[in-house]
C-alpha cells in the first residue's frame, strides 16, 4: 500500500487557515465540528456548573432569578444542538467514509455548508448574550411564555432564528449521510454488512430528514406569532399551546434517540473491537435500530400527559412508548452478549462502553416510570424528570462520544492519549454522574420541582442538592483532565499504527490518520467486519477471497478529489445577515433582511457556476 | 440585435461555468458506479421531497385543527371556489408541460423542451399572479393574516406553498438559461428530471391544500 500512496497524484495536503476555511475533506469537517463541539460542549457546562452552585444551597444568591431562566435555556440548548448532535455530527463525518470505503461524502460542499451554518447558527445563539439578553423559556420553548406579549427583548427570537439555522445544517448534514451511506459503499458492502455504526448514523439521519421539519413549522408559527400579530399559539385569541407542544415533541422525542443512536452505534464497535469478537446478534441489532426508529415517532405525546389531553390518548402514547423498551432491550442484551467469554482488552474506550450499559439501563428504567400515566402526573415537573434525561443523554450520548473519544483519537491524529487519565477520567465520570443524576431522581420523588431558581431550606432537599453540586464538579473535574489528556497527546509525536486496537472495520486498514483520499486500495467485503477477516481469515461460510482491488486506477489515473470552495461559508453568512434582519426587522425597517435574501441568492448561483471537482 | 438573440448570448455567459460543471458533474457519474444504482442528485431529491412532506403535513395539520374555530362568513366564506379552481387548473398544466419538456430532451429535441420549460415557468407566474388576485380580494375585504385564525392558517399555509412555487420558477429559468447555452443534452438531462421531480411534488401539495381547503 505504501509504494501506491507515493504514486498518487495531489498527496501532499494544503496547509494554512485558508486551506481549513474552504476545505471540504470530511476529515477535516469533522475534525473541525469535533473542536467547536467541545467547546460548546465546555461552555454548556460552565452553565450547568452555575446552575448547580446556585442551587447548592437553600436561598442561594449566585443567579438572579431572570439571568438564572437564560443559563438553564442556554444549558439545555446547547447541549443538544451545539454538543452533542455536532459531536455525532463530527464522528460521523470522520468515520462513516472509511468505515465503508469512501473517499469522501456524496456531496463533499454541502457538507462543509453543514459545519459552517452550526457554527454561525451557534455564535448567533451567544451573541444574545451581549444584545439584550440571552432566551429564557426553557429549550422546549413552551408557548406562550414565548409570545411576544409574555416575553419582551430579543432572546427568543435570537433563540427561533438560531434553531432554523442549525435545523437546516442538521438537515443538509442528514441529507448527506444518507446519500453517502445508501451509495458510496465499497464492493461487497451491502447493507447487511454495514458496521453498526454506519447503521446508528443512518438511522439517525432519516429521523433528522423526518423530525426536522416539524420543529420547523413550530417555530416559523411562534415567529409569524411574534412579528406579524398571529395567534397560533394565544388562548386569548383562540389559539392553542398544546398546537406548540404536539410540533416540538414529534420533533422533539425523535431528536432524543438523534442524540443517542449515533452513541449506541459507538458503543457496538467499542465493545466488539475490545472483546475480540464479532457484535453479538448483529441482524436483531440492526433491527433494533430501524424498530426504535420508527417507534420514536409515535410517542411524542408521552411528554403531555399533564396537560389534559384525554385518558384514551394517554392509554394510547404509554402503550407506544413501553414498546421502546423493547428494541432498546434487545440492544442492552446483545452488548451483554457481545461481552460475553470475549478475551476483553480494558481501556478506557471499553470502560466508558461498559460504563454506559449500566448507566444507560438506569436511565431506560426510568423512562419506563415515566410513560406510566400515574406515575408521570405525580413527579412530571419534578427533578425526577431531569434525573431521567440525563441519564439517558448524558449516561447515553455523552459516554458513547467519551467512548468513541478514545477509541478513534489515534486513528485522527496518530496519537493516543494517556490511559492512565482516561481511567482518571472514566472513574471521575461515573462517581460524579451518579452523584448528580441518581440523587435527582430521588430530590423528584421527595417533591422538588424543576425550573425554580432557588428553594427553602427544611424541606429535606438540601442535603441531596448540595450532594448533586459536589458530583456535577467531579464531573467537571474529569471533562478537564480529559482535555488536559487531549493536550498533551496533541503534543507527543505520532506513534499509532495503521490499526492499534485490531480492529475489525474498514477505517483500521489504512493510515493513522488517513491520507486526503483515505484509501488506495480497498481488501474485500464478505462480513460486518471486512478488516478481521483479512486478517484472521473469514468464519463465515461464503469465504471468497478475491484479490485487493485496486482504487487508484493501476496507479496511474487521478483521482478526482473534490475541489476547496468558500461558497458554503459565504451561503451560512448570508442565512445568518438574513435571521439578523429578521430578529431586528422592525428596529432596521426590514432592511436587512431582503439583503440577507440577496446574498443567499448570489452565493447559491456563485456555488453552482464552481465547478466540484477538476 | 433580436431579443432572443441577446437572451441566447446573456445565457451564454452564465451557462458557461454551469456547462463545465454539468460535464464535469456528468463525466464523474459516468466515471462512478453508486451501490444502489442512483445518482447521488437524484437520491438526494428523493429524499429531501420526503423531509419536504412533514413540512407541509405540519402546516395542513395546523390549518385543519383551526379549522373550525373562525365563524365560516368571518373566513372561508370569503373566498372564491372558482378562482381556485382556475389556479389549480393552470398549476396541473404546468406539471403536463414539464413532464413533456423532460419527454422532448429525452427525444433529442432541444428547441421544444426549451419552449415548454418556458411554457411552465409562465403557468406558474400565472398562478402567483390567481394567488395575488386572491390575497388582494381577502385584503379588501378585511382578512389578513393577523385578523382571526382563518387568516393566520390561510395564508401561512398557502404563503408557504406559493414561496415554493416561486423558488420553482427560479429552478425552472435556471434549467432554461443552460439549456439555451447547451448545457442540457439528450443524455445529459439529469437536470430537468430532478426540476421536473420538484415542480411535480409542489404541484401535489396544492392537490391537497386545494382539497383540505376550498373542497371540504
Redesign the interface.
Known sequence: MATNVMTLPRTAEPTGLWSWITTVDHKRLGIMYLVTAVAFFVIGGIEALLIRTQLATPNGTVLNPDVYNQIFTMHGTTMVFLAVMPLNSGFGNYIVPLMIGARDMAFPRLNAFGYWLYLVGGLLLYSSFFLGGAPNAGWFGYAPLTERAFNLGHGIDFWVLSLQLLGISSLAGGLNFIVTILNMRAPGLTINRLPLFVWGTLVTSLLIIFAIPSITVALILLLFDRYFGTMFYLPAAQGDPLLWQHLFWFFGHPEVYIMIMPAFGIISEVLATYSRKPIFGYAAMAFAFAGISFVSFTVWAHHMFATGISPVADVVFAGTSFLVAVPTGIKIFNWLGTIWKGSIHITTAFLFAAGFIGQFTIGGLGGVMLATVPVDWQITDTYFVVGHFHYTLFAGAVLGLFAGLYHWFPKMTGRFLNERLGQAHFWLTMVGMTMVFLTMHYVGVLGMPRRIYTYAAGQGWDLWNLLETVGAFTVALGVFIMLINIITALRKPKTAENDPWDGQTLEWATSSPPPAYNFATMIPVNSPRPLWDAKYGAHSENVEQPKKIDLSGGGKAHIHLPNPSIWPLLLSLALAVFAVGVIFGPQTGWIVAPIGVLGIFVTFIGWLAQPASS | MSAVGKLEQAGHR?GE??E??VD??HA?AE?AE???G?D?RK??MW??I???T??F???MA?YL??RG??PHEEGLGHLSVPVASFNTFILLASSLTMVLSLQAIEAGKRGRMIVLLILTALFGLAFLGGQAFEYNELLKEGIS??T??F???FF?LTG?HGTHVAVGILWIT?LIIRALRGGITEHNHLAVELGGLYWHFVDLVWVVLFTIIYLI
Open positions: 452564465v461555468t454551469l463545465d460543471v464535469e458533474a464523474q466515471h453508486t451501490s444502489t442512483l447521488h437520491l438526494v429524499i429531501f420526503a423531509s419536504e412533514i413540512f403535513a405540519a402546516l395546523t385543527v383551526y374555530h373562525t393574516i393577523d382571526n385564525l387568516g393566520a392558517t401561512t408557504f435556471m
